[in-house]
C-alpha cells in the first residue's frame, strides 16, 4: 500500500525524504515539489539547503518527523508554503507572514525598487511616506531598510495584521521610522502631504475570485483580494482624495492588476492627475505612477 505520509517508525534520511516528497507533491499537484519538500526539511532541521547536499544521509528523528508529516498534510491540502512555514521572501528580506496579511509577490518589488530610485533622487533630510494597506509591512519596511531619510505611516483596516508587521519592522530594525495605524482608508484620512504614497489595494473582482488558484482563494484573506465589486474601489478613492494627501511635489506609486491600466489611469486623469503605466519585466502593466500636475518630473 502507497504510503501517504511518512511513517514515523522507520528511519528516513533526509535523502529519502526529498525523493518520497518530491513523488508525492507532484502525485498532489503541488507546484514546485522538489523545491518545496526541501524547503520543509529547511525549517524542520534549522539548516540551509545546501545541507540537505552535503549531509543526505542524516536521519530524521521522530520528532521531526512528526513536524514534517504536519506541514505535508497541509501543503497536500493546497494551503499555502508560506503560511505553513510562517515566512515570506521579499526584496532579500524575510518577513513573518500569516493567513492574516497577503503573501509577498515578487511582482510588487517594482514598487520598492522604484520608490528607491526616486528617495534617493530627490535626496532630504526628512521624506514622509504613507502606505495604504500595509498588509505584512513589506512595502514600507523593505524602503526604509534601504533609504534611511525616510519615515513611514502605515494604515490598515485590521489590527491583526498590523501586529504581524510592527514585528517585521522590528526584526528589520525600522520601527523608530515606521508608524502602524489602523485606519479604514475608504473612511478616513492620515494627516497629509505626504512625499511618497505607495498602495497595493485588493484589485480582484470580486466576479473572478472563483478562478483563482485554490491556494489563494482558499486561504489568503479575502479582504486583502477583492473590493467586493469590480477592483477599482480603492482607485477611485485614491483619485478623489490624492490633492489632500499626496505632496505637490510628491509621488504615488500603486500596484494595479491585469488588465486594469486604462481603467485605472482614467480614473486618475479623471481627478485631475498625472499618472503613467509601469511595466513588469514581463512586460505587463503592474505599477501607476501618479503625481499632481505642473510637476517636474524626474
Not at 529547511?42 to 544521509?57: A, F, G, K, P, S
Not at 473612511?187 to 489595494?201: E, H, K, Q, V, Y
Amino acid at each position: 500500500m502507497r504510503r501517504h505520509t511518512p511513517d514515523v517508525e522507520r528511519i528516513w534520511t533526509v535523502l529519502d525524504l526529498v525523493n518520497w516528497g518530491t513523488e508525492y507533491f507532484e502525485r498532489k499537484g503541488v507546484d514546485s515539489p522538489r523545491l518545496t519538500i526541501e524547503l520543509m526539511l529547511c525549517e524542520v532541521l534549522n539548516v540551509r539547503r545546501l545541507q540537505l547536499y552535503t549531509d543526505h544521509e542524516r536521519p530524521l528523528s521522530k520528532e521531526e518527523l512528526v513536524v514534517l508529516r504536519s506541514y505535508v498534510q497541509r501543503r497536500a491540502m493546497h494551503e499555502p508554503l508560506q503560511y505553513i512555514l510562517g515566512k515570506a521572501d521579499f526584496y532579500g528580506l524575510s518577513f513573518v507572514v500569516g493567513p492574516q496579511v497577503l503573501i509577498p509577490r515578487p511582482e510588487t518589488e517594482i514598487i520598492v525598487d522604484r520608490a528607491i530610485r526616486i528617495l534617493r533622487e530627490v535626496g532630504g533630510s526628512a521624506q514622509r511616506c504613507l502606505d495604504i494597506g500595509t498588509g505584512s509591512g513589506c512595502i514600507p519596511i523593505s524602503i526604509a531598510a534601504h533609504v534611511s531619510t525616510c519615515t513611514w505611516e502605515c494604515v490598515d483596516v485590521h489590527p491583526e495584521a498590523l501586529k504581524i508587521a510592527r514585528n517585521n519592522a522590528q526584526t528589520h530594525g525600522v520601527e523608530d521610522r515606521v508608524t502602524f495605524i489602523e485606519m479604514d482608508i475608504l473612511a478616513t484620512l492620515p494627516s497629509g502631504p505626504f512625499d511618497l504614497i505607495t498602495m497595493n489595494p485588493p484589485y480582484i473582482a470580486l466576479v473572478d475570485v472563483h478562478d483563482l488558484e485554490p491556494e489563494v482563494r482558499d486561504h489568503e484573506p479575502l479582504t486583502a483580494l477583492t473590493d467586493d465589486l469590480d477592483g477599482l474601489t480603492f482607485y477611485r478613492r485614491f483619485a478623489s482624495v490624492a490633492t489632500q494627501i499626496l505632496s505637490p511635489t510628491g509621488t504615488a506609486l500603486l500596484e494595479i492588476g491585469y488588465g486594469q491600466n486604462t481603467d485605472v489611469q482614467a480614473l486618475m486623469v479623471g481627478g485631475g492627475l498625472d499618472c503613467t503605466i509601469i511595466e513588469d519585466l514581463a512586460g505587463i502593466p503592474r505599477v501607476a505612477k501618479i503625481s499632481r500636475p505642473s510637476v517636474t518630473k524626474w
